[in-house]
């Protein structure tokens, strides 16, 4: 298989016929451009995502962590109910260090103290097999009031876009950290790049957005980008979607790292991203909180009866890959990794 999420045709062939017991209390199972799935407890709406743990120990342990934890709790962010548990599964390297894990887990445990999340099970081994980056997998949970539940499912014609951040925020995070003092660019843009690496995490975005105003749903710009997202979030919902380039967000450090690189900044990997379906009424308001918060944000189009997404006008296929990981190959090819730049705060 091709590296990364399989093909929305394999999930259909062989996982979305096979999800074992029906059950009443699913209110939302797996649906593809879907973030989490929910179950309804007496009163409560508890949200369930997974995601592989990710430690790119390259960008050094402190960084790298971050990045890990804020990928397995953000999807079930999106939800617009804060995360509140986390079940974490460690299947490090045989080789792995003790001092790899005690670095892992006291970041873990300082952002879950930060957005009042409890570690409530899980499982920690080293085994044959095993590699970095990818050591295990996690499950978050958010249990709370499912009035405040965004579901990504939601959009409806007549809801506009919002996006924050805008596209490569991840791609030029990691890489302007790992490579930007060789890239022929003036230090104040590779110091701006570098400073997409810690807006590398959508929580934030989404809970604020959602507290906001009427969100109807919210997706993030993860693997192929801000355009894989726009078709995902349109193939949930059900819907077209309208949006103009120039609108939207684009931050310092994005056009000339991917330059440098030669990637396309929106099929490019963006985890801290997010697109939010907004009743016309509510987007004042959320881009007024999202201002508040210091995060960048704009509305960047319609939502429209149909399905697809047109950029300008145009329909926009579907993207079939991520260019982040081959530039981050070629990147350790032609620059190295400076162990005095990677252990950075």
Same mark, same amino acid.
């Given at each position: 298989?091709?590296?990364?999420?399989?093909?929305?045709?394999?999930?259909?062939? =062989?996982?979305?016929?096979?999800?074992?017991?029906?059950?009443?209390?699913?209110?939302?199972?797996?649906?593809?451009?879907?973030?989490?799935?929910?179950?309804?407890?007496?009163?409560?709406?508890?949200? !369930?995502?997974?995601?592989?743990?990710?430690? !790119?120990?390259?960008?050094?342990?402190?960084?790298?962590?971050?990045?890990?934890?804020?990928?397995?709790? @953000?999807?079930?962010?999106?939800?617009?109910?804060?995360?509140?548990?986390? @079940?974490?599964?460690?299947?490090? *390297?045989?080789?792995?260090?003790?001092?790899?894990?005690?670095?892992?887990?006291?970041?873990?445990?300082?952002?879950?103290? $930060?957005?009042?999340?409890?570690?409530?099970?899980? =499982?920690?081994? %080293?085994?044959?097999?095993?590699?970095?980056?990818?050591?295990?997998?996690?499950?978050?949970?958010?249990? &709370?009031? *499912?009035?405040?539940?965004?579901?990504?499912? &939601?959009?409806?014609?007549?809801?506009? !876009?919002?996006? #924050?951040?805008?596209?490569?925020?991840?791609?030029?995070?990691?890489?302007?950290?790992?490579?930007? $003092?060789?890239?022929?660019?003036?230090?104040?843009? /590779?110091?701006?790049?570098?400073?997409?690496?810690?807006?590398?995490?959508?929580?934030?975005?989404?809970? #604020?957005?959602?507290?906001?105003?009427?969100?109807?749903?919210?997706?993030?710009?993860?693997?192929?980008?801000?355009?894989?997202?726009?078709?995902?979030?349109?193939?949930?919902?059900?819907?077209?979607?309208?949006?103009?380039?120039?609108?939207? *967000?684009?931050?310092?450090?994005?056009?000339?790292?991917?330059?440098?690189?030669?990637?396309?900044?929106? #099929?490019?990997?963006?985890?801290?991203?997010?697109?939010?379906?907004?009743?016309?009424?509510?987007?004042?308001?959320?881009?007024?909180?999202?201002? %508040?918060?210091?995060?960048?944000?704009?509305?960047?189009?319609?939502?429209?009866?149909?399905?697809?997404?047109?950029?300008?006008?145009?329909?926009?296929?579907?993207?079939?890959?991520?260019?982040?990981?081959?530039?981050?190959?070629?990147?350790?090819?032609?620059?190295? /990794?400076?162990?005095?730049?990677?252990?950075?705060?």
């Amino acid at each position: 298989m091709d590296p990364g999420k399989v093909r929305r045709e394999l999930l259909r062939e =062989h996982v979305y016929p096979r999800l074992g017991a029906d059950r009443d209390d699913v209110r939302l199972g797996p649906t593809h451009g879907a973030d989490f799935g929910v179950v309804t407890v007496a009163d409560r709406a508890v949200v !369930l995502a997974s995601d592989p743990v990710f430690v !790119l120990t390259d960008l050094g342990m402190a960084r790298a962590a971050w990045f890990a934890f804020h990928i397995v709790v @953000s999807d079930a962010a999106l939800s617009g109910i804060p995360p509140t548990h986390l @079940s974490l599964s460690l299947n490090l *390297p045989l080789e792995a260090p003790e001092e790899r894990l005690s670095a892992l887990w006291r970041t873990f445990d300082r952002e879950a103290r $930060d957005l009042g999340i409890a570690v409530v099970t899980g =499982h920690t081994g %080293a085994y044959a097999g095993c590699a970095w980056p990818t050591v295990g997998g996690a499950t978050t949970l958010a249990v &709370g009031d *499912p009035a405040d539940l965004v579901l990504p499912t &939601g959009a409806e014609p007549g809801d506009r !876009l919002v996006c #924050t951040k805008g596209p490569a925020i991840e791609t030029t995070g990691i890489l302007a950290v790992l490579y930007g $003092d060789a890239l022929d660019l003036p230090a104040a843009t /590779v110091r701006a790049a570098k400073r997409r690496f810690r807006e590398a995490s959508p929580v934030r975005d989404a809970l #604020t957005a959602a507290a906001a105003g009427p969100v109807t749903a919210m997706h993030d710009a993860t693997e192929r980008g801000v355009d894989n997202a726009l078709c995902e979030l349109a193939a949930a919902s059900d819907v077209a979607l309208a949006v103009e380039r120039e609108r939207f *967000p684009l931050a310092r450090g994005v056009r000339e790292v991917c330059a440098a690189f030669d990637l396309d900044p929106w #099929t490019s990997s963006s985890e801290g991203t997010v697109l939010a379906s907004v009743r016309p009424r509510g987007v004042d308001d959320v881009l007024c909180a999202l201002d %508040a918060e210091g995060i960048d944000a704009a509305e960047v189009g319609t939502v429209r009866a149909g399905s697809g997404v047109t950029v300008d006008g145009d329909p926009l296929a579907e993207p079939t890959s991520d260019p982040l990981w081959d530039a981050y190959e070629r990147g350790k090819r032609e620059y190295g /990794v400076q162990p005095d730049r990677r252990d950075e705060a």
